[in-house]
């Protein structure tokens, strides 16, 4: 008999709910996105978030359901995002799930959200099975993370600052372009010459993978007031192309070095920061030189979904690691 598992995610600004089929087919996906909302705010207010959550959360979940073409008597374990993520907002998605998994007698299984966009690669690659290295980039984790099997990781590097897509957003915040930056960051640096201007790069010796965004990012603040201090015209899109050319670097490289390291022959992409373009086709350049097998998810897979929690919740729910009622929101969970 298939296992039908119901996911929920709420950790940051999109409310989703999800039913996959034996963890890897996805029967619904409903992501319902507060970006309209945050928009006015130039980022995400975590309050705003939580309140519409508990809004939401009924419908997207209700709707999730429907889809699938189930009901709750239909369901094998619902699945939750507990953390890392904004602690009132998890909270929401805990206590719905919380709340049908007692009323339906079900298993619960508390997820990591990291865990969820590593598993979005399932999802998307029937084939994909560890071991294998993956770059996790989104807007609050840059992880290199070696997936041992499919519920255990070691993390090879991680940023000791802010995250990549962290540095898009207050880039593109910089440059007056809103928020959500990343994807607006992309679409200037479409237009721009990425060789225009050097940022630097930093390494923290051989051996470790950890990144550092500040520097760049400080440099390119530091750019635009010198420029404005002259009176000189800046070029945005040049800009742009520059900078996302200093992060892109340094994504592909330390990843590769970590997969070489790990003599891995597989690297896989994920996190909203895996959306991009340019990243996407520095990894397959990268891969195709290295011999390396890259993967990376559909975009709806690699911005937050709950598809990919459902997918980690149910290799958690196989291996019987279940949460009780009193699973509780966990803002800095590590991976
Ligand atoms: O995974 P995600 O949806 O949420 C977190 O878990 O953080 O990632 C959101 C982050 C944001 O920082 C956003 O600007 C970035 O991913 N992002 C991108 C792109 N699409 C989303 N960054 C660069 N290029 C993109 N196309
Ligand atoms: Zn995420």
Redesign the pocket.
């Known amino acids: 008999m298939s296992d039908l598992i119901l996911a929920i995610e709420s ?2 600004d ?1 409310t989703a709910a999800a039913v996959l089929k034996d963890g890897r087919e996805v029967l619904s996906n409903i992501i319902s996105s507060q970006i309209p909302i945050h928009e006015r705010y130039g980022g995400v207010v975590p309050e705003i978030a939580s309140r519409n959550h508990v809004l939401n959360l009924p419908d997207v979940i209700g709707r999730a359901l429907t889809e699938a073409g189930c009901g709750f008597e239909d369901l094998s374990a619902v699945a939750v995002t507990y953390g890392p ?1 904004l602690v009132g907002a998890l909270l929401t998605g805990v206590s719905a799930a919380k709340a049908i998994a007692s009323a339906r007698n079900l298993p619960l299984v508390g997820v990591n ?1 990291i865990h969820g ?1 590593i598993a979005a690669n399932y999802i998307a690659h029937p084939e994909l099975k560890p071991p294998f290295v993956c770059l996790v ?5 840059s992880h290199i993370v070696y997936v041992k099997d499919y519920t255990e990781f070691e993390i090879l590097g991680r940023t000791r600052d802010d ?4 540095a ?2 207050k880039i ?1 915040r910089v440059l007056g372009l809103g928020y ?4 607006k ?2 679409k200037l640096a479409q237009e721009g010459d990425s060789q225009a201007i050097k940022f630097p790069r930093v390494s923290f010796g051989d051996g470790c993978y950890d990144f550092s965004f500040s520097g760049v990012k400080t440099a390119v603040i530091n750019y635009v007031h010198k420029q404005e201090q002259k009176g000189e015209e800046i070029c945005k899109a040049d800009l742009a192309a520059s900078f ?1 050319r200093a992060v892109v670097e340094a994504l592909v490289e330390h990843t590769m070095a970590a997969a070489r390291e790990k003599k891995c022959k597989i690297v896989t992409l994920a ?3 895996s ?3 340019a ?1 996407r086709a520095a990894f397959d350049e990268a891969a195709g030189q290295n011999g390396l097998t890259l993967y990376y998810p559909p975009l709806i897979l ?3 979904n709950a598809a990919m929690i459902g997918c980690a919740g149910y290799y958690l729910y196989k291996k019987g690691v279940f949460a009780d009622s009193a699973l509780n929101a966990v803002p800095n969970l590590k991976l």
Request: hydrophobic residues 25%; charged residues 15%; negative net charge.
């Open positions: 950790s940051c999109e993520g959200h966009h980039a989104s807007g609050g984790h995250a990549a897509g962290e898009f957003d593109a959500p930056g990343g994807p960051l992309e996302q996190g909203g920061v959306a991009n373009g990243l690699c911005t937050d």
